[in-house]
């Protein structure tokens, strides 16, 4: 078919990735399920079109207490959503590593590319659909194409589809979940950032004080090269009142400065 456009600006009820009171609405009802309710809590989670953080729901002691029972493969799930892509549930599936997750719905599997799509995109603005083919599990360009655009719809990423390159090209994402183990790489990125800024922003300062100086340096000039101007006015209009030649009469600024020039 013909060239397929990404969306511009969605609609405004879907321009924002996730719904603030959903989410607040689930880490509500965790604060008390307990096993297998906090199992199938987590399940309606992962299904939810309006949740796409999961930090502090991962953070909550009954979701942290199914670690180690029968129930952990929910709670590594749920980490997996926070923080990993779809390439990674699938290697842990046929891997046989434990604990064995379980299958996930349509919706869910659905909302695991979509979000692998953000991880891919915070690695790389440029993306060729190849990457994102074998990322997502996705033969059918189509059925990418339109994963893709749903990611956009939902507000986790900016950007354009390059079909004529198979490229999505990435202008804006969405902020995932941070490990607590990347919190210090993050942290000393900002201190860099912060760094470049003040060094950056001296600089101006810097440029601006030079600017002020030559400006009044400039100006210094100019009226000393008025003062001298009227004092020569001065002299002329005496010589001519004593008889001493009307030529210097017309004397001009212009014709001051070139006098000054082969002066000087």
């Given at each position: 078919g013909g060239p397929r456009e990404a969306p511009g600006t969605p609609p405004a009820s879907m321009s924002e990735p996730g719904d603030a009171a959903a989410y607040e609405q689930f880490c509500l009802l965790a604060k008390t399920a307990r096993g297998r309710a906090c199992a199938a809590l987590i399940q309606q989670v992962l299904a939810s079109k309006k949740v796409f953080?999961?930090?502090?729901?991962?953070?909550?002691?009954?979701?942290?207490?199914?670690?180690?029972?029968?129930?952990?493969?929910?709670?590594?799930?749920?980490?997996?959503?926070?923080?990993g892509k779809h390439s990674e549930y699938a290697s842990h599936r046929t891997s046989g590593a434990q604990p064995e997750l379980p299958d996930l719905t349509e919706p869910q599997?659905?909302?695991?590319?979509?979000?692998?799509?953000?991880?891919?995109?915070a690695a790389s603005k440029e993306i060729p659909y190849a990457v994102l083919q074998a990322e997502l599990g996705l033969d059918n360009v189509r059925v990418l194409e339109d994963t893709i655009i749903d990611a956009m719809y939902a507000g986790l990423i900016k950007g354009r589809l390059d079909q004529r390159a198979a490229i999505l090209r990435v202008r804006r994402i969405f902020g995932r979940d941070v490990r607590v183990d990347e919190l210090p790489r993050i942290i000393a990125a900002l201190r860099e950032w912060r760094d470049r800024c003040v060094a950056v922003g001296g600089g101006l300062e810097a440029s601006g004080h030079l600017a002020t100086l030559v400006h009044v340096k400039d100006e210094a000039e100019i009226r000393d090269a008025q003062q001298q101007l009227e004092s020569v006015k001065t002299v002329v209009r005496e010589r001519v009142a004593a008889g001493g030649g009307e030529e210097w009469e017309d004397m001009g600024a212009g014709d001051f400065y070139r006098d000054r020039g082969r002066g000087s």
């Open positions: 953080v999961f930090g502090e729901l991962l953070a909550m002691p009954t979701v942290q207490e199914l670690r180690g029972t029968e129930h952990e493969a929910h709670l590594v799930l749920l980490e997996m959503f926070a923080y599997l659905h909302k695991l590319r979509l979000l692998s799509i953000v991880a891919l995109a």
